[in-house]
């Protein structure tokens, strides 16, 4: 069945980038935490959502390898991710358009 | 006619090739991770209706909580995750002993992020902060919880994997466990990440 | 010692070894499948007893047979039992178990001890669930809140054992998906496989990324009762209509992992008793993935009296019909492949023909319901018990017992009755319709479901209902005793009676213990029926 494996050398991610990743994760955080002091409004979340999810980015492409893995997982790390998005979504209209509020 | 150091039973032996094995066990761990985020959905669901019902009170409750304390946990858990990460690479590289020792931080990180939030659960409880308190405390109770069964779960894989590095069952050919045990912890970090400024930030 | 028994290529039954320590640490997925078979089997027996007890309390208006207490306990104990113990992990579990490896040509599944560990866990699962029958509870298998939340009989503990019962489900999925991805035989494309293994990748995605939210929705209903927590209970703020939006995110998808391994099992049997290539092959086979993908998008169709809102309500009825799309290709498929086809009548293939016609019924009937107009009307009648009897055992089942005929020779190397298993059919298809049948006029003229007593003007209908649950009871047990009196025959399967081309007829009855001496090569897809002479085995 693998005649030819030899083909496929494992993507081995080195140290420094680990670490570079590292540092930009802690910024973030900071930043994140910083801003929090300070009042946007209904930007609040949204800002709060965009820096964790560039960090949940980091994780899952370096931490994680998924910048160095085939289609098909890509394709089983984002379709839950979608799924979640359809849960919350239809949730929310059948709540929020209800004539009569429970 | 074929390798005889492969010690496994007779069933096993002819099933799969290691690099077979390695990659079907990266699919399967990456399938069972999009099973932990649908998990954790139905509280991210939860919680997004209800903040959207009731903004005061979220806004209200979540000053009730430890934002440094938060903060302390969520730089832990990242620098765990960064030891992790370089324990993967230390194995793939065949360095046993560094990919040990890693681990070893990664899982004191894990008790580390454990006694902060023991200390963080008693001060809720000493306010009289339960989980029936309001829906805020609820969810909170719930997703940190959640996350902290996650993160013992984790820590006592990562303890078995430990052993094993140190008993040298792994290396540069045969890293399957460490990389696996490593995906699952970068998931639970994953799933803080959110948490975090969920929570404590933005309320 | 394990490597020459390969070299020398001895066949070796899986069934050979003997002693009851060789089952319960087997990583052999053949055996796990046994395993899994006999313990659905099992819960369907007994959750079919509890449902003609139901039909005998039915039988006359008053609750004469049995307290309503105790009926809405027996309910609670048939909607259980069918959903989470047989249906769920039914076909996917057993058949999966068992056809995966062999029909891609494998040794077994890529976890081969995770396998294992599943079956542990729905057997632990199980445990639980009986423990809590001692003191039952009596929500019906929905677990809806608030009744849910606040009946005092023992809803935690059944809840918990459910939630077991998904991870078993997960696993099980997630091993299977991989086994598809990984372990295929060189030339095995994914336009060569087998429909049934495209069916069964399709439940697999379903059963992994639908089953956790199902697992949270219990889980927060466990904290509800013990912590306190108020996610849905209004008094606290929270909304029950939130249990079931969480519910049905599951429970959707759920009638899919019930129903899409049996359609594989149909698209397996039809060519080759009809000795015709397949009809729309990649129409069938991605037409699977079609309704597992739609069946995220439609849970709330189970809801439109629930107090969901008019715009939700209005989008899903509207999703609902896309179901239909998918669905009815395949039926179409199915009467293209038999039109002009030289057909045999086997057992298998009588079940297959009763799937097709039955799960139409089903189908169509679903259509009424999904119109919103019409749900509000039908809706908790017994127009609804009709409708899901009509896809569950007129679906699932059907097929369920038409691969049982079918894979029987291979599975077990022995050989039933065939006119005994024609028979039991024939009891099975007539007291299948003349129990669910007459629903259809109950419903519609209102009676609601779920009640031990109802108005004398239902009462001739009603008894109907009951005279055709002791037919169809009566035909399940002919069909019971002669599977299980075909095990102790002496008779042998031949490797391959039905002439099929797929790959797990061509290696012995039962088959070997690593499936295959070698692994095949693959250079045709499976339903090269008349095109040309038996490929040799």
């Keep these: 069945m693998s005649e030819n494996t030899n083909g496929h050398e494992k993507h081995i991610t080195s140290y420094t980038t ?19 002091y300070f009042d946007f409004g209904q930007l609040n979340i949204a800002v709060a959502m ?6 949940a980015g980091a994780v899952a492409l370096f931490f994680m390898h998924l910048k160095f893995e085939d289609p098909i997982t890509w394709l089983y790390a984002l379709f839950p991710i979608g799924l979640l998005f359809l849960l919350i979504g239809m949730t929310i209209l059948d709540t929020f358009t209800r004539i009569f509020p429970i | 006619m074929e390798e005889a ?24 761990m990456w399938l069972f991770l999009g099973t932990e985020i649908m998990l954790f959905g139905g509280l991210f669901a939860a919680y997004a209706i209800f903040r959207a019902k009731y903004p005061e009170l979220f806004l209200e409750s979540h000053q009730e909580l430890n934002r440094e304390m938060g903060a302390v946990n969520t730089g832990i858990l990242i620098f765990s995750s960064l030891t992790m990460a370089i324990g993967v690479t230390a194995i793939q590289r065949g360095k046993q002993m560094l990919a040990g020792i890693m681990i070893l931080v990664t899982i004191i990180c894990g008790l580390g992020f454990g006694v902060v939030k023991y200390f963080e659960y008693g001060s809720k409880f000493s306010h009289h902060i339960y989980p029936d308190t309001n829906i805020f405390f609820s969810l909170y109770f719930m997703m940190t919880g959640l996350h902290m069964l996650h993160v013992f779960v984790g820590l006592i894989v990562l303890g078995v994997i430990m052993v094993m590095t140190f008993q040298k069952k792994f290396d540069e050919k045969y890293s399957t466990p460490v990389e696996m045990g490593g995906l699952y912890w970068h998931l639970v970090d994953l799933v803080w990440i959110y948490l975090f400024p969920l929570l404590y930030l933005v309320g | 010692m394990a490597n020459e028994s390969v070299a020398t290529n001895v066949y070796v039954p899986y069934l050979e070894q003997k002693g009851f320590m060789s089952w319960l640490v087997t990583t052999d997925h053949k055996r796990i499948g046994i395993m899994y078979l006999i313990s659905i089997s099992l819960f369907f027996l007994i959750a079919g007893i509890i449902a003609l007890l139901m039909r005998f309390e039915l039988m006359t208006p008053m609750a004469d047979f049995v307290s309503p207490h105790t009926y809405n306990v027996l309910f609670t104990l048939h909607g259980s039992l069918m959903v989470f113990f047989f249906i769920v992990p039914g076909l996917a579990a057993s058949f999966g178990n068992f056809l995966i490896p062999l029909m891609i040509g494998a040794p077994d599944v890529a976890f081969p001890k995770l396998n294992l560990g ?28 608030p009744y849910s939340a606040t009946t005092d009989t023992d809803v935690v503990m059944i809840t918990f054992g459910v939630f077991v019962l998904g991870f078993s489900s997960i696993l099980t999925g997630m091993n299977f998906i991989v086994t598809i991805h990984k372990m295929r035989a060189p030339g095995m494309t994914w336009h060569r496989l087998p ?61 899919y992992i019930m129903i899409i391994p049996a359609m594989g099992v149909i698209s397996e049997i039809i060519p080759v008793f009809a000795r015709k290539p397949i009809f729309g092959y990649k129409a069938i086979a991605y037409s699977s993935l079609g309704i597992a993908f739609i069946s995220f998008l439609v849970w709330a169709h189970h809801m439109f009296t629930s107090g969901i809102s008019e715009v939700a309500a209005t989008i899903f009825s509207f999703l609902t019909f896309l179901v239909a799309i998918p669905t009815a290709i395949k039926v179409f498929n199915w009467l293209a492949t038999l039109y002009k086809g030289s057909i045999e009548l086997h057992s298998a293939m009588l079940y297959a023909l009763g799937f097709v016609f039955l799960f139409t019924i089903g189908g169509l009937t679903g259509v009424f319901l999904g119109a919103l107009a019409a749900d509000i009307h039908l809706h908790d009648t017994y127009f609804v018990v009709a409708h899901m009897h009509y896809v569950m055992i007129g679906g699932t089942v059907m097929g369920f017992f038409g691969a049982l005929h079918f894979w029987y020779p291979k599975w077990f190397g022995k050989m039933f009755n ?17 129990t669910f049948f007459p629903q259809f ?53 031949p490797q391959n009676p039905y002439g099929s081309l797929s790959l797990e007829w061509q290696v012995p009855s039962p088959p070997p213990t690593l499936n295959f001496d070698k692994i095949p090569e693959v250079t045709d897809w499976t339903y090269g029926y008349g095109k040309k002479k038996e490929v040799d085995a």
């Design chain 3, 418 to 434: 065939e006119s005994v298993a024609k028979l039991s059919w024939f009891l099975v298809f007539v007291g299948f319709n003349i």
């Design chain 3, 195 to 255: 429909l049934f293994i495209w069916a069964s990748y399709a439940t697999a995605v379903l059963q992994l990324l639908a089953t956790p939210v199902v697992g949270i929705t219990l889980l927060l209903l466990i904290a509800e009762r013990s912590l306190g927590v108020g996610f849905f209970d209004p008094a606290k703020g929270g909304d029950p209509v939130l249990f079931q939006n969480f519910f049905w995110f599951y429970s959707h998808p759920a009638v």
């Design chain 2, 5 to 28: 150091n492969m010690e496994h039973d007779a069933h096993h032996d002819l099933h799969m090739t290691p690099e077979e094995e390695y990659s079907s066990s990266k699919l399967g």
């Design chain 3, 118 to 145: 599943s079956y542990y866990i729905y057997i632990a699962g199980t445990i639980i669930v009986l423990y809590a029958l001692l003191q039952p509870a009596d929500t019906g298998w929905t677990f809806y809140t």
């Design chain 1, 18 to 36: 680990y670490f570079l990743v590292w540092v930009a994760l802690m910024i973030l955080t900071f930043i994140t935490v910083y801003i929090s």
């Design chain 1, 50 to 55: 965009f820096v964790a999810s560039i960090k």
């Design chain 3, 441 to 493: 006029f109950l419903g519609i003229q209102g009676m609601p479901r779920r009640y031990a007593t109802y108005p004398e003007e239902f009462q001739s209908l009603m008894a109907l209902s009951t005279y055709g649950s002791w037919i169809l009871g009566l035909g399940v047990l002919i069909m019971t005793v002669n599977l299980i009196k075909g095990l102790f025959s002496d008779e042998k399967a």
